[in-house]
């Protein structure tokens, strides 16, 4: 994902899109962890909404299927 850096007042944002802050379970105004590795010009942001991702009907009818 490739995202922009834009101006807000005096600070710089990126945003994330609405359909990623879904899967992930966050929302406007949610308190974000953000790691910094300046020498690796990283930057890690642990969401604290973040919640389990569903998994696929396939993936579930293979797993039922062996489990009986």
């Given amino acids: 994902m490739v995202q922009k850096i834009i101006k807000t007042g005096n600070s710089l944002a990126i945003t994330i899109s609405a359909d990623f802050a879904k899967i992930l379970g966050v929302r406007s105004g949610d308190n974000v962890k953000v790691n910094l590795e300046p020498n690796k010009g990283k930057m890690i942001c642990i ?17 039922k299927g062996k489990l009986s």
């Avoid at 604290?48 to 293979?62: A, D, V, Y």
């Fill in 47 to 63: 969401f604290s909404g973040i919640k389990q991702l569903p998994l696929s009907e396939t993936f579930l009818r293979t797993k």
